[in-house]
């Protein structure tokens, strides 16, 4: 963490996204932050960089919040058993992810499913990654599986140990509805925000949950809505778009054409900033270090969205939905950043045109609470210009 009075300049910024839907490009080559929060943006002329503790010159590339991924399975450190690997979470930080959210973390091999149990490792979970932050990106977890039997004390428990999260609902053994809509709904009321699974059973164990469950359940977020991996037919997505108004996430472990169809129903809806992006890493298609990167080219590209909107779904939109201080370029929010750039040799007269062409930018350094955590990506291809730490 920086210490409350650290200065960072970072100047000569070619383009600032800022995150908001609303104005998804804002004016100025200079971002200011102050004890890892934001605390001017604007021209250089304009703003206060002197004496920076530390100075870091764009050199004409972008900066965007850092990307957030609202939906990934960790089970302890930077280790998942799931695919067997170690360090998933520093390479997705590559790929320019600085906050991860988990949907549950049901890869612990022996998860408890008796009450005490699963109450006990949400709470560790929530403790664990709170005090450690895998090469520094934020991975807000604690996420428990609901099951049968559980009471309204079981949540308020939860709530005042500290849990924020529910895992996907329909992991565990509640999938019926009305017991979910109980379930949820007693999260809700002590400050818990859920999910749910929607679509097919993603691996052998688990099940299908199709829009009327979804709809009575009525979590928060619409997890996965173009599955995860296996989709709900379009009328059921089109119907759970127009029909629940909670989040609409999108998947890189999931199906892409249902994710088009999604976001295009969200958009003519007037309702885009329901849509969020996630990657559901690491599941049975294994760890995607760009998942997001590639889930904004892809979305942009065969969805024919702006660049900088998609930006928005993986940013502004997840944050304002998750009540998270990040994912927005505004006086406040953390200094949570990525410096990105056309990648080499990619078409397109610039960066948002190459990616709205279907290519990744490439990530020349990651910033969190106003410190660089990384400098060139060694996962996205290689950016066309780097910035530079100078001090
Ligand atoms: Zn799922």
Redesign the pocket.
Known sequence: MADSAHKLVIKNIGLILSGALEKPIIEGDTVVAVGGKIAAVGYEKDLDTDQPDSLIDAHGVALSPGLIDSHVHPVIGDYTPRQQQLNWIDSCLHGGVTTMIS?GEVHMPGRPKDIVGLKAMAIASQRWYENFRPSGVKVLAGAPVIEEGMEEQDFKDMAEAGVTLLG?VG?GSVKAGDKAKQMVAWARKYGIQSTI?TGGP?IPG?GLIDKDVVLEADADII??ING?HTALPDDQIVCLCERCGRGIELVHNGNERAALLAMRTAFELKQSERVILGT?APAGSGVQPLGILRMIAMLSSLGDVPAEIAFCFATGNTARMRGLDCGLIEAGKSADFILIDTAQHAPGKDMLESIHQGNLPGVGMTVIDGVARSARSRNTPPATRLPEQVT
């Open positions: 949907a996907e992991l699974h993603s688990s997890g996965h995860g559901d």
